[in-house]
């Protein structure tokens, strides 16, 4: 059973480009969130995607955006990059609804924005 | 706003030197309190839930205790492969059903010496 995949596993980037990151959950589980960790720091919640909505949003900017498909795959956007969002992103899957609440983590896309 | 302070920020142990990492918190109805593990690189990997005072889960060196204010994880005799970055994260209720975010501390680094 596969469990949480994030492509790509590196990006280097520079100021003011776009770029999508990309979560595919854990077998049976219907529901994507998405965190940011920046180094030395613990992760920070981005925003949630179930049935293809977003259902819950961090402290972040409009600048970043995310999408859920209907195989429960998920993307991140970040448009206008900036120095400060250099760090890990990361995609934890989970099925609150049939009781599975523990949000199993990816192991991340290391953005470097130079 | 809920809140997750973790202490020490970093602990060194010698091999077999048992120890306590802290995690206090404050959060509105608190609906679980998680337990992560991270290596360098990769993403949090869960270890444990905890949903009301007096919890107690155990998994081969680790156990993990759980207050109105406060949980610990405690490490017997811990190894060098139990060196990592140990998360604390607490979620509250979510009305709607769903999967509420995860609210995370900056974590404890652990170093296990030979």
């Known amino acids: 059973d596969a469990g949480v995949t994030q492509s790509p596993t590196h990006l280097i980037k520079t100021r003011g480009q776009q770029v999508t990151l990309r979560c595919s959950p854990k077998?049976?589980?219907?529901?994507v969130s998405w965190y940011q960790q920046a180094l030395g720091q613990g992760p920070q919640f981005i925003f949630q995607?179930?049935?293809?909505?977003?259902?819950q949003r961090g402290n972040f900017p409009d600048r970043f955006s995310g999408h859920q498909f209907p195989n429960y795959s998920s993307e991140l956007n970040v448009n206008a990059l900036l120095l400060g969002d250099s760090a890990l992103y990361l995609c934890?899957?989970?099925?609150?609804?049939?009781?599975?609440?523990?949000?199993?983590f990816g192991a991340g896309t290391r953005l470097s924005v130079l | 706003e809920d809140q997750v302070t973790q202490s020490p920020e970093a602990l060194r142990l010698q091999e077999g030197e048992s120890s306590s990492l802290n995690c206090s918190y404050t959060?509105?109805?608190?609906?679980?309190l998680f337990w992560y593990r991270q290596d360098p690189g990769k993403g949090p990997e869960f270890l444990f839930t905890?949903?009301?005072a007096g919890e107690e889960k155990e998994k081969e060196r680790l156990k993990a205790t759980l207050t109105k204010k406060e949980s610990f994880l405690h490490i017997t005799a811990p190894k060098p492969e139990d060196s990592a970055t140990y998360l604390c994260?607490?979620?509250?209720?979510?009305?709607?059903?769903?999967?509420?975010?995860?609210?995370f501390g900056k974590g404890t680094k652990l170093t296990v010496n030979p």
């Open positions: 994260a607490v979620q509250h209720y979510n009305s709607g059903g769903g999967s509420e975010k995860l609210v």
């Open positions: 959060v509105s109805g608190l609906r679980g």
């Open positions: 905890l949903y009301s």
């Open positions: 077998s049976g589980h219907d529901t």
């Open positions: 995607y179930y049935e293809e909505e977003e259902r």
């Open positions: 934890a899957s989970s099925a609150p609804r049939v009781g599975l609440d523990i949000q199993y």
